[in-house]
């Protein structure tokens, strides 16, 4: 596609149930990024996928956060038994390769947990 | 903190005026991005500046970096009510190739 692309734009889920947010990313992008993004705050790292290699986990907040990259595309991040907190918009980017610079973003997904 | 600090967390100058936006990180980078977001939802890519350079311009848009003092800063020139935003900086950590953004400033231009 022309950009990234993620889905849905906006999720309201009742707490307790889990939730898959998804992020198409741009053809031919080997690095791909999930970010966390709270109202009036900076970006929270979560995880970042790099072609085949293991991904940098070392950003998600609890084991209830999960994400995978299918066939180095289309990627899914995954929350279990959503809490409150968990509330925030969650931005994906992706890059042609890493340290090449400039990274695109979707425009996000607005989690509300109620 | 793995992410770089912005100062002023947030700046409101009258049209016309310059805007200057500092940002500091704590590691070793291959280069700094400065970023724009519009009503919270995706960022926009502005101008990258590697370890090696120390200014950078694309129009109105002035960037230089500091890697002595672990700093960098975006000056936009003759600012526009457009110009109105969130601007965060992002360092790209050498041996990570992850990329971490700070807390950034919000933009105010006054028309």
Known sequence: GAGVSQSPSNKVTEKGKDVELRCDPISGHTALYWYRQSLGQGLEFLIYFQGNSAPDKSGLPSDRFSAERTGGSVSTLTIQRTQQEDSAVYLCASSQRPGAGEAFFGQGTRLTVV | ?111
């Open chain 2, 1 to 111: 903190s793995q992410q770089g600090e912005e100062d002023p967390q947030a700046l409101s100058i009258q049209e016309g005026e310059n805007a200057t936006m500092n940002c500091s990180y704590k590691t070793s980078i291959n280069n700094l991005q400065w970023y724009r977001q519009n009503s919270g939802r995706g960022l926009v890519h502005l101008i990258l500046i590697r370890s090696n350079e120390r200014e950078k311009h694309s129009g109105r848009l002035r960037v230089t970096l500091d890697t002595s003092k672990k700093s960098s800063s975006l000056l936009i020139t003759a600012s526009r009510a457009a110009d109105t935003a969130s601007y965060f900086c992002a360092t790209d950590w050498s041996g990570a190739n992850n990329l971490f953004f700070g807390t950034g400033t919000r933009l105010t231009v006054i028309p």
